[in-house]
DNA sequence: TATTGTTATACTCTATAACTATA
DNA sequence: TATAGTTATAGAGTATAACAATA
């Protein structure tokens, strides 16, 4: 008896963006206490997360894989370079800021990584082992489409609609 | 080849908070240039959203369905009340900041709603509706399977979980 | 000229603690 | 005493534009 049902859009539970960010913010709130304790931030652990799992990348490769935007880069890798976790890199394209773990950075890494698949296998277990990979090939097809389409819902030229979109 | 396969965690493109913030961020850019384009935050919106949806609610309940902290919901209260798009309501307990959207706010909503859905709906076109309805069921069960979770990997009293985290 | 990244700037949100007012 | 919300405060990230360096 919301008194106006006429007009429901899709029913805010059902918003796709919206049980994204609740699903993610339930999981994280797992995850989120492990971090705190060792004084990263949740997108300085993304950081090294990236780099230990592919070595060293540059900032626009970090950006795009840590959903990190540029500025804010430049800041975290101040932060975890001050701290030895991450030092530049020599790089072919004098452009491009490289970077890499230190052993140190590399050692909080494998530390911390032992608790992180503790808290992962807790939900996993919960969750069942099959959703949690039917989910994970969801989420990335779900990402890879909607990073393919052009702009607002249609028309493969993606013009168009940037141009609607700004007024 | 990154030198050292020995401890991956779980590798960084299949870790369950990853995989949900980039298809989040992935979905969300579709949408953000038609909210900013009316003036509001993506928080602001989902507030307006979750009004439009449930009718009148406090501060506590719109704080757990939009993912939003109580001090940002009091300032998005102000930002939006200021706008006319949104009034404080009475409330049977007085403790109770209790908020319904004004004419102006349902008007707003309304307006916005047909865009929503025509970008929605492009994005379940090229995903495919059975797909996107499997993965929403997904999403509410983790949701709710980690909300139920103590706080480490076990343990139902909740309690040595917390601890351990602050240390 | 186009690309990569940093700086500058302004704003929003996060997060915690302390406080007020109900209940 | 416990709960709901606001205020205070500090810090981090978002976002855009402008700029520097390199290609």
């Known amino acids: ?42 997108q300085q652990w993304r950081v090294i997360r990236a780099l230990a799992d592919s070595g060293p990348l540059d900032s626009k490769t970090l950006a795009a894989r840590c959903v990190i935007m540029p500025p804010s880069l430049t800041r975290i890798f101040r932060a975890l370079e001050a701290r030895g976790l991450i030092r530049a890199e020599e790089a072919e394209d004098a452009r491009r800021h490289v970077v890499a773990l230190t052993g140190e950075g590399r050692a909080l890494h494998d530390r911390m990584a032992g608790a992180s698949e503790a808290i992962y296998a807790g939900i996993e277990d919960a969750f069942g082992a099959e959703k949690m990979a039917a989910l994970l090939a969801l989420l990335v097809e779900l990402r890879e489409v909607a990073e393919a389409m052009p702009e607002e819902g249609r028309a493969p030229d993606g013009k168009s609609a940037s141009e609607a979109a700004r007024r």
Do not use: C, N, Q, W
């Open 1 to 42: 008896m919301t008194e106006g049902s006429e007009r429901k859009l899709r029913g805010y539970e059902k918003s796709l963006p919206i049980a994204l960010l609740r699903a993610r913010e339930a999981t994280m709130r797992r995850f989120k206490p492990h971090v705190d304790a060792h004084g990263l931030t949740i």
